[in-house]
Structures are given as structure tokens and as C-alpha cells.
């Protein structure tokens, strides 16, 4: 019998992974800059050790939760716990790689969904806390999700939701999780009086630049094999998300008086995420007017959140959240059957369009809710945020004992 792995699938695969491994750091950098110096290591740090966090708990039990055999449309069993059962041959969600494969690359999503919502609570947040918080949240939260929508059975995805490559399970979860915890956290010493202004922008454009190359990963990466598929992926991603730095480029020229350098970074990562549930699912046109609509979606979402005063600090709801919801239900307006077997409002099947409503107002009710009750029962227990002087002094010193700059 011939060996049904294609080498060069599984090659594209493993690369895939390894790009979305990259954007974690990525990420670190791109939240890094935005920080005052005195928390640059903890932020930075907020991230990376979901690296080995998430690493080591998605082996242990976090895969075989979502992607598990199918309980009830809601998780998955046991089967695969210690990645039992997880090998070098063909697994049940692709007969073309092995599925020791497929689980490493899904991994890589798990890893960075929490270090997302880190975001909301830069520069007051207990480490030890949140240590606690990224298990729980992972298991209660991303795991089930993550069933619902791609495993094996799980209700959303039987349904017929369409998530191609984490609008949903990634930016919706992570964007509305980081509303939840910012509301409960409150806000930093000081704000909004205090200036709290980025101390390194370099960083943050740095991290866009990752985040942009290893998104290509993300989503082409997401079809599973190295075909006219990830082509379109990986077209779509790199179109929308240049689409949303013109956007938020002029968006923010016209309202601000000049063009934000830090803006057209954020407008870059906005297109990424919108066009994450899309990308294999519509053409580079419509990638287009996804990105060019995200960025002021997500700009005036900032806006909104400013004014209320909400220290939601480096804005993961606005340009995770929005502009992950905008993405999601773009798809359901923008699929196209040239592309792919779904068919959007746009090409006569509005049945789509509210499918993809549905999937996004449940996704934003389960995580927002699981999300701030879990942050009320941690803060109760062990205590969300640093002390006062703590914070005062910076995170990376009362937090880790060091200092970033001598």
C-alpha cells in the first residue's frame, strides 16, 4: 500500500507552524513598544511563556479537548490525551499529513490566543495570577471553543460556521476575553490623567513586520496542504492587510492631522486578523474591502473605548475582537464558490450571513461571560493586579528582578 503523506504538504505544514510560532515573540515586540519601559520584560515576558505554558499543557490534554472524539458537540474525549494515539501517520483531519503534524500546527494557535489578551492588562497584572488565568482559560475556554468550530463533530462547525483559520476561535475569543478582564482588572495608576505613552514604536513596528510574515503561516498554512487553496490564503492575507494600512493610514490622516507611523502598524494587524476567518474563502477583491473596512471599524472602536474611559490598554477588543467579528461575518457575505464549496450573501446564499451571525453573537456571550467570571474568582483567590508601589515602580522590577535598560 502506498504511503498516502505528501512530503510536500507536510513540509508546507511544518513550516506553517514554525512561521506561527514566530508571531508569539512577534506579538511580544508588537505589545512591547507600546508599554512604558519600566514593563517592557514582564510584557514581553506576558507572552513568550505561553511558549512553554500552552506548549506543554496542549500535549498533556488541551489537543485531545479540542480535537478529541466528539462529546456531545461540545469538546473532545480523552482519546488523545499525552498525545496518545497522535503519530507520523494520517490522523483524522487530514489523510495527507501526518497528524503528529496537524496537532504541532494547531498548537501554534493555542499559543497565541492567550498571549492576545494579555493586551488588556499590561502593567498592573500579578504574573503568578496570570500564570493561573492562561491554564484555566485555555482549557475552559479555548479548548471547547476550538471543538465547536473545527473538531471533529463540534456543534458550530456542523452547523456550518465558517472560520478558516481562527476569526472566530482566535480574535473573537481573545478580543471580547480582553474586554472581560479589562473591565475586571480596572484601570492603571493614574489613568487616563497619567501619560502613558509608548516607549519604543521601533518595537511595535518590528513586531508587525513578524506578525504579517508569520500570519502568512496562520492562514495559508490553514489549508492543510500546499495547493491553489493556501494560494489564495496566503494572496488574501497579504491583500486585506495592506488594504487596512492604506485605510487606517488615511483614516487617522484625516481625523488626527498626520499619518500615524504606530497607526499603520495597528492598521496592518487589523487587516491580518479580518481576514483570518476569510482567507480561504473569498477572492483578493474582496480581501480588499475587508481590509479597507476593518481599519475604521477598529480605529473608531478605539475611539469609543477612549472615550469611556476604559483602560482596555493596548486594545485587543478593538482590533481583535471588531475586527475579527467584522471578518466572520464578512465571510458570510464575501465567500465565493470560485474559491471554495461556500457561498455567500453576495453570490445568493444568505442563509450564510446569518449562520456566521450566530456563530459570532454566541462565541462573544461564552467567552466575555466565562472570561469575567473566571477573572472575579482568581481575583478573589489570589488577586488580579500588583500592589501600588509595585506598579508604581514597574513590573519588571517588582514582578522579575530586572531591569530592561541599564
Known sequence: MANPISAGDTAWILTSSAMVLLMTPGLAFFYGGMVRKKNILSTLNLSFIMMGVIGVQWVLYGYTLAFGKNVAGLFGDLSYLGFSGVTGVPGPYADNIPHLAFAAFQMMFAVITPALITGAFVERIRFKTFLVFAVLWATIVYDPLCHWVWGDGGWMGAMGALDFAGGTVVHIAAGFSALAFAIAIGPRKGFPKAPMEPHNIPYTVLGAGLLWFGWFGFNAGSSLAADGLASYAFVNTNTATAAAAVSWMLVSWADAGKPSVLGIATGAVVGLVAITPAAGFVTPLSAIAIGA??????????????????????????????????????????????????????????????????????????????????????????????????????????????????
Open 293 to 406: 473596512v476593518a481599519a475604521p471599524i477598529s480605529y473608531y472602536a478605539i475611539r469609543f473605548r477612549q472615550k469611556r474611559n476604559l483602560d482596555e490598554s493596548l486594545d485587543v477588543w478593538a482590533c481583535h475582537g471588531m475586527a475579527g467579528t467584522w471578518g466572520a461575518l464578512a465571510t458570510g457575505l464575501f465567500a465565493a464558490p470560485e474559491v471554495n464549496e461556500a457561498v455567500g450573501l453576495f453570490y445568493g446564499n444568505p442563509g450564510q450571513f446569518g449562520i456566521q451571525a450566530v456563530s459570532v453573537a454566541v462565541t462573544i456571550c461564552f467567552v466575555f461571560l466565562v472570561t469575567f467570571i473566571l477573572t472575579k474568582v482568581l481575583g478573589g483567590i489570589m488577586g488580579l493586579r500588583v500592589e501600588t508601589l509595585e506598579e508604581e515602580v514597574g513590573l519588571d522590577l517588582s514582578e522579575h528582578g530586572e531591569r530592561a535598560y541599564s
